[in-house]
């Protein structure tokens, strides 16, 4: 991206994308625009089209998705398989037709088989069965990333594509239903603590293991795979493998993280696990040895980006969405 200096992020009001927007607003010399909702839906090819022909970026990110908890992938597959592939095919056809020299398409770690190897390296795409609670939205991300590898090697485009782990942050949805673990956890534990409540809870049995990247490390990861040489991008990927994960490099039990959320919003009532709801994988830790190599690594603690989080929630209780 060295030479580049129009960056247009598709998505720019999500968690991701304002944080994309914050880490390249913070680089000298780089024009930075957004692009969301309600002023352009990427289900709409036409409108799409015009406007990347119109704005004619040099790098593209796509930061934009239809996203959400075990919930709602549940009960709206259509909408995360037929939102997820539009705005893929939408935007990255239409950044190729203006001429876009680079994209950079943000996957997910569901795009893994459900029993991948751990910690799952990039190679274990397409090896196994997915998991079925979030099978549309992996399949929707899977021909995402296959798209941009296909324009690289049909085209030569420079598209590339990162897989992040499970992220938190300023901007997360802290909806009841659509929330991820964090926000979710947060959020009752916050109220819990507001009633005096002397009981939490939990989904599950607390014993399996997740990995949680802070929204802002992603940011940065995103920028220095943009700012990579291609030759040491090509070098540390390969064909039909061009993609990397993203990640801290290690996991903790949801006990452990149940019982940090607690610590971090001052709920020190009781956590109660639930075994009679379902745990899900037992582990998914992401392979991070590509971007290691890449010269990249995550920064922020855990119990650093929680306490951040959560001060984000408290300022905005009025907005935030839930
Ligand atoms: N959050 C995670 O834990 C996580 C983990 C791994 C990967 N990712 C990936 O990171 C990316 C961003 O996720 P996020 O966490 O930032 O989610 P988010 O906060 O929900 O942001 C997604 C953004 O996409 C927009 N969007 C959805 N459908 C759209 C459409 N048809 N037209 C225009 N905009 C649309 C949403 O706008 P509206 O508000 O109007 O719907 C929202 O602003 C996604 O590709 C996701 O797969 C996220």
């Known amino acids: 991206m060295t030479a580049a200096r129009n960056i247009l992020v598709a998505g720019s009001r999500g968690m991701v994308g304002s944080a994309v927007m914050r880490r390249l607003q913070a680089v ?22 015009s406007t ?11 930061a934009a998705a239809k996203v959400g908890g075990i919930e709602a992938n549940r009960s709206q597959p259509v909408r995360f398989l037929s939102d ?15 001429g876009v ?9 569901c795009i893994y088989p ?18 079925v609670t979030n099978e549309a939205y992996a399949i929707a991300k899977i021909a995402g990333i296959r798209l941009c590898e296909a324009y690289e090697s049909e085209f030569g485009r420079d598209y590339r594509s990162l897989m992040p ?9 802290f909806d009841p239903v659509n929330s991820h673990v964090i926000p979710g956890m947060m959020r009752r534990f916050h109220e819990a603590a507001k009633l005096g409540a002397d009981q939490v809870s939990v989904w599950g049995t607390g014993t399996p293991k997740r990995e949680f990247l802070h929204v802002d490390d992603l940011a940065d990861a995103v920028l220095f795979v943009l700012n990579c040489p291609r030759a040491t991008w090509l070098s540390h990927t390969a064909p039909r493998q061009r993609f990397v994960n993203v990640g801290v490099g290690n996991d903790l039990a949801i006990a452990e993280l149940a019982a940090l959320i607690a610590k971090t919003v001052g709920f020190r009532g009781e956590i109660v696990f639930d075994p009679t709801k ?9 392979d991070v040895s590509r971007m290691a190599a890449m010269g990249w690594q995550a920064r922020t603690p855990l119990a650093d980006g929680l306490a951040e989080a959560y001060r984000w929630y408290l300022d905005h209780l009025d907005t935030a969405r839930q």
């Open 84 to 98: 997820n592939l539009q705005i893929e095919l939408n935007l990255i056809d239409a950044a190729h037709a203006a």
């Open 165 to 173: 782990t499970n992220l938190y942050g300023p901007g997360d949805n």
């Open 28 to 49: 000298e010399g780089l024009a930075v625009q957004g692009l969301a909702r309600p002023e352009l839906d990427f289900r709409d090819r036409v409108h799409v089209f």
């Open 278 to 286: 379902p745990d899900g994988t037992p582990r998914k830790l992401l």
């Open 101 to 109: 020299q680079q994209v950079l398409f943000l996957g997910s770690s």
């Open 52 to 62: 990347l022909a119109s704005l004619r970026p040099d790098v593209l990110i796509i």
């Open 114 to 131: 459900k029993f991948a190897e751990q910690p799952i390296e990039e190679r274990s795409l397409l090896t196994g069965a997915l998991e």
